[in-house]
């Protein structure tokens, strides 16, 4: 190389590394760190799902699926999503099983944008969604949530930054990082606003599962959406699979085989022992799940009163396993926050701008740990307050 | 016994969680007041329905504390007018005696003993259970190792295996 010559991508290039990364490197490496930093459940895979994927190595199921994924999951997901939720999709033509909610989101913005095309993205948001739509060719539009309004997006909010261009919307309800759950009128408002202006919703389902107050609303089964949504979802998060790299999307027929030609040709198909354990897990894991959501809401319930008496105001979250307190009393910046307070007080929580601009004054903590660490987590905070409080 | 739904979720905190959880944080799990939890625990005790605030040991950790547990298949005459409680009572009653349960299928009651060594379980055995009027027979099973006891896993690495920081 010459120096002056890059080999890199443009895209690439201009790509900000996460800023999840610098936080794991700070904390790789220290003992006795209380994560609350994690994306993801604190439960191990329900045993009856890993006992099945097991057996099928046993069974010698070591080769490809289907590019769409195995049939009999397929019928198993649509089932699923008819029972739970209340939205019917055709295994053999709208369903395709992932990599993980993570590669459908990748097909998904792959499948619909031409370059320049815009994606509306809600934040805070999900790290990914950004640079995603970057990398399909697509211009990220961030509209920011206000914490006055529990971080639920109005719809003039949404329509003050509508262009011809603009191609769809990211939706993330219950959302990662605020756990802000979007209920069905509020759902219907931005139904509204894309039937108005034609766009397509991508509505990342992942955390459905773990929705504590309220019914659960997919955004599919809004009046006149169905043909407008992608519905990504997967076991990640409900299902305690992150590691599993399973997943699945649902759209219409011709944005599916869109998406599946991708998904062919990218991936192929979804790791097969994945998918069979996948399969264990709708069919019989469904009292784990619930299981598991009851105890998620015992702490959430315990954790975000203890902020809240700690002074980190926060509103009450209606899904996921994230509290989103602000930390505007210490007068900190979320960095500065969760740096001091991960070397101060060895506790791990995630600086709220790496979610966008409007996360900035939060730190994003994760409640999926045990009450006995959550329980020592608050001490430690309440530690750290009495020394940053703001006079 | 019909319960409300808030006393069955604070029975339900409770089993889920070791029984030093402090009023105030079951309270905060269960979206209650202090004085609110504290009202429905004693009405459980008084109900008996929340029996006792268990610890699960491994004892078998303890230096000089090992013991010996053994369960103990007993054949019974059952007794007109008192079927098997009445025998089951003057087991249960010995301090040994840890359960006692009515089985159906191959004997009639099983009976759990821990003792100091097996010694003074088979002295128990053979002196104070096989001698009773209406026990016929007895065979002892002793356990070697405790893997799983009342939903507790006993030996189980449960380090956290997440990274720290994730999305
Ligand atoms: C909102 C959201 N969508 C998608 C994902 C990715 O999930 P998966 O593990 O299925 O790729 C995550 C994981 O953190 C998430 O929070």
Redesign the pocket.
């Not at chain 1, 990599?99 to 989101?105: D, I, N």
């Not at chain 1, 997967?234 to 998060?237: L, N």
């Given at each position: 190389m010459n120096g002056t010559k890059s080999y890199l991508s443009k895209t690439v290039e201009e790509l900000k590394p996460s800023g999840i990364r610098r936080f794991f490197d700070l904390a790789a490496g220290m003992e006795g760190v209380i994560s609350l930093g994690v994306?993801?459940p604190d439960f191990i895979t329900p045993w009856s799902v890993r006992e099945a994927a097991i057996l099928s190595l046993e069974q010698g199921y070591t080769s490809y699926t289907a590019n769409a994924g195995l049939m009999e999951l397929r019928e198993e997901i649509a089932g699923y999503m008819q029972k739970g939720f209340g939205v019917s999709y055709s295994p053999r033509s709208e369903i395709i099983v992932t990599?993980?909610?993570?590669?459908?989101?990748d097909i998904a913005l792959r499948a619909i944008l031409d370059p320049g095309d815009e994606v509306i993205v809600v934040e805070p948001?999900?790290v990914?969604y950004v640079p995603l739509v970057s990398l399909a060719g697509g211009v990220p539009v961030q509209v920011q949530t206000l914490k006055e309004n529990g971080f639920k997006i109005l719809p003039e909010q949404l329509e003050k930054v509508i262009t011809d261009r603009t191609k769809a919307i990211i939706l993330?309800s219950p959302?990662?990082p605020t756990g802000t759950m979007l209920n069905g009128s509020e759902l219907e408002a931005i139904a509204q606003i894309a039937e108005k202006y034609d766009l397509l919703v991508l509505s990342?389902e992942?955390?459905a599962e773990l929705a504590y107050d309220g019914e659960y609303t997919s955004f599919a089964t809004i009046s006149g959406m169905k043909k407008r949504t992608i519905l990504?979802s997967?076991?990640?998060?409900g299902f305690a699979m992150?590691g599993w790299?399973?997943?699945f999307v649902c759209a219409p027929e011709t944005i599916s085989q869109a998406m599946l030609k991708i998904h062919q040709y990218a991936m192929m198909c979804a790791p097969t022992m994945a998918q069979f354990a996948a399969l264990e897990a709708l069919k019989t894991g469904r009292s784990d799940v619930e299981d598991m959501k009851k105890s998620y809401k015992r702490r959430r319930n315990y954790f975000v009163q203890s902020l809240n008496e700690l002074g980190l105001t926060c509103h009450v979250p209606g899904g996921?396993f994230y509290a989103f307190p602000s930390i505007e009393s210490t007068g900190l910046s979320s960095e500065e926050f969760a740096e001091k307070l991960l070397l101060e007080e060895k506790v791990a929580v995630v600086p709220g701008n790496i979610f966008g601009e409007s996360g900035e004054g939060h730190v994003r903590c994760s409640y999926a740990t045990s009450m006995e660490l959550l329980q020592e987590a608050i001490k430690r905070i309440g530690h750290f307050l009495k020394r940053n409080q703001k006079a | 016994m019909k319960l409300t739904e808030k006393q069955i979720e604070v029975l339900a905190i409770l089993e889920n969680n070791s029984a030093r959880i402090p009023v105030e944080d079951i309270a905060k799990m269960a979206e209650l007041s202090k004085a609110e939890t504290e009202t429905i625990l004693d009405k459980l005790e008084e109900m008996k329905v929340l029996v006792r605030y268990n610890s699960v040991i491994d004892w078998s950790k303890v230096d000089g504390h090992e013991g010996v547990t053994a369960m103990i298949d007993v054949k019974v005459a059952p007794k007109r007018g008192v079927g098997f409680d009445e025998v089951a009572q003057r087991i249960y009653r010995f301090k040994e005696v840890r359960s006692v349960y009515l089985m159906s299928g191959a004997y009639d009651l099983s009976v759990i003993i821990e003792g100091r060594s097996m010694n003074e379980v088979a002295r128990f055995v053979s002196e104070k259970l096989s001698t009773l009027d209406s026990v016929l027979s007895t065979t002892t099973h002793f356990i070697l190792k405790k893997y799983k006891h009342d939903g507790t896993i006993f030996e189980q690495n449960e380090d956290d295996k997440r990274i720290v920081v994730?999305?």
């Open positions: 994306g993801e990599v993980g909610a993570s590669q459908a989101l948001s999900f990914s993330c959302n990662n990342d992942i955390y990504i997967g076991f990640s998060k992150t790299r399973l997943g996921a | 994730s999305p």
